[in-house]
């Protein structure tokens, strides 16, 4: 059985290494930064970069209005760091002229661990994924202050001064974490995203 196709928003950040953790877990992974390139893909993730420079080059790209469409009509999207921020309704401590596609009933708050200095690892359970808890680098990430009705939480940090911080959610199709999964060599959370396109499909 063929994989989905799942692009990787191909504007900033480390696309190269979601498009490689997305092929081991079975998709027909591909970067796309044009409309045309969207319409042929059966789900998006918006990888870890600078959420203000995302949303900047997504109205540049003008891919703003199709990924706000194909959200609304289903798509599943997953977003790691910056793609956590870019998902949320509100975001605390982000720019005034910063806009995201606002899937997810979420408030995240932007840097909220601190600057680079504060980036550090930690083990994180994820909710509906099997076996050890996911060691968790966290970039200069945000956290989830607050999430609506409709909103799963699935993974909290469990120790240290980051502990019970809410760091992995998911609402319907779309899944945010607050760290780096493509980092790690770890597939499973990409594969959990590929079961979810596969499913949506």
Not at 35 to 56: M, R
């Amino acid at each position: 059985m063929s994989g989905p196709t799942i692009g990787v928003l191909a504007l900033q950040g480390d696309v190269r290494e979601h498009v490689a953790a997305l092929a081991g877990a079975g998709a027909d992974a591909r970067p796309v930064r044009r409309p045309v390139e969207l319409d042929a893909v059966d789900g998006l993730v918006i990888p870890g970069g600078e959420s203000t420079t995302i949303s900047k080059l997504a109205d540049i790209f003008e891919m703003r209005e199709p990924i706000d469409k194909r959200i609304a009509g289903g798509m599943p999207v997953y977003g790691s760091c910056a793609g956590m921020i870019m998902l949320a309704s509100e975001v605390l401590d982000g720019r005034p002229d910063q806009r995201g596609f606002a899937g997810i009933d979420m408030t995240v708050r932007r840097n909220a661990f601190g600057r680079q200095v504060d980036s550090f690892e930690a083990p994180v359970e994820i909710t509906g994924v099997a076996g050890e808890p996911f060691h968790a680098v966290f970039i200069r990430a945000p956290w989830v202050e607050r999430v609506g009705a409709g909103v799963e939480v699935l993974g909290r940090v469990t120790d240290g001064p980051a502990a019970d911080r809410i760091v992995a959610v998911r609402q319907g199709n779309l899944l945010a974490t607050s760290f780096h999964p493509e980092l790690t060599g770890d597939l499973r959370l990409h594969r959990y995203f590929v079961d979810l396109v596969r499913a949506a499909a």
